[in-house]
T-cell receptor, first 116, second 112 residues
């Protein structure tokens, strides 16, 4: 089985722009979660989508949004970029977190976003 | 508040030596605890997972222990190799759902 893929791998934007990141989960996985990782804060949960519905949301401003498509692929969007948004954005997929043993998350390689 | 604290923050050891990383958590109710290895610029990869009833789990040279009473876990790396240089992240799952609480990780550098 192919792993979780994320595109693009690297991205450079300027302040005020917006960006869309894409994540393709492992085949058969219906849950996709997004995380922001910075050196000082570690991994921080952004949101989780399951069957095209946002099921959990972390403590991030409304500039961060996401969606999931019927094939479980997910996108996240960041509008009005700020310098502090520079980070590694990780996507993780799982079968169905609600099932016993189903909550193991498999991470993609991440998208490195740099905001200038 | 659910929290996961890891120590040390960073560690340098010589190749071939052993080391132990610590994880203390206050997550409740507890479902399971995982250790992830994250190479620089890559996504985390799961090393071990332990539920409440398990107190030891091994994966090659990696051995994780769990004391659910004291809410502590450790990851022991035996005969370290240069490829062990990475960040090791402790992640605790809240029972019943997908909420994960992450530690900030321990950065391990194995020196030749």
């Amino acid at each position: 089985k192919a792993g979780v893929t994320q595109t693009p791998r690297y991205l450079i934007k300027t302040r005020g722009q917006q960006v869309t990141l894409s994540c393709s989960p492992i085949s058969g996985h219906r849950s996709v979660s997004w995380y922001q990782q910075t050196p000082g804060q570690g991994l921080q949960f952004l949101f989780e989508y399951f069957s095209e519905t946002q099921r959990n949301k972390g403590n991030f401003p409304g500039r961060f949004s996401g969606r999931q498509f019927s094939n479980s692929r997910s996108e996240m969007n960041v509008s009005t970029l700020e310098l502090g948004d520079s980070a590694l954005y990780l996507c993780a997929s799982s079968i169905n977190p609600g099932l016993a043993g189903g909550n193991e998350q498999f991470f993609g390689p991440g998208t490195r976003l740099t905001v200038l | 508040k659910n929290q996961v604290e890891q120590s040390p923050q960073s560690l340098i050891i010589l190749e071939g030596k052993n080391c132990t990383l610590q994880c203390n958590y206050t997550v409740s109710p507890f479902s399971n605890l995982r250790w992830y290895k994250q190479d620089t610029g890559r996504g985390p990869v799961s090393l071990t997972i332990m539920t409440f009833s398990e107190n030891t789990k091994s994966n090659g040279r990696y051995t994780a222990t769990l004391d659910a009473d004291t809410k502590q876990s450790s990851l022991h790396i035996t005969a370290s190799q240069l490829s062990d240089s990475a960040s090791y992240i402790c992640v605790v799952t809240v029972s019943g759902y997908s909420t994960l609480t992450f530690g900030k990780g321990t950065m391990l550098l194995v020196s030749p």
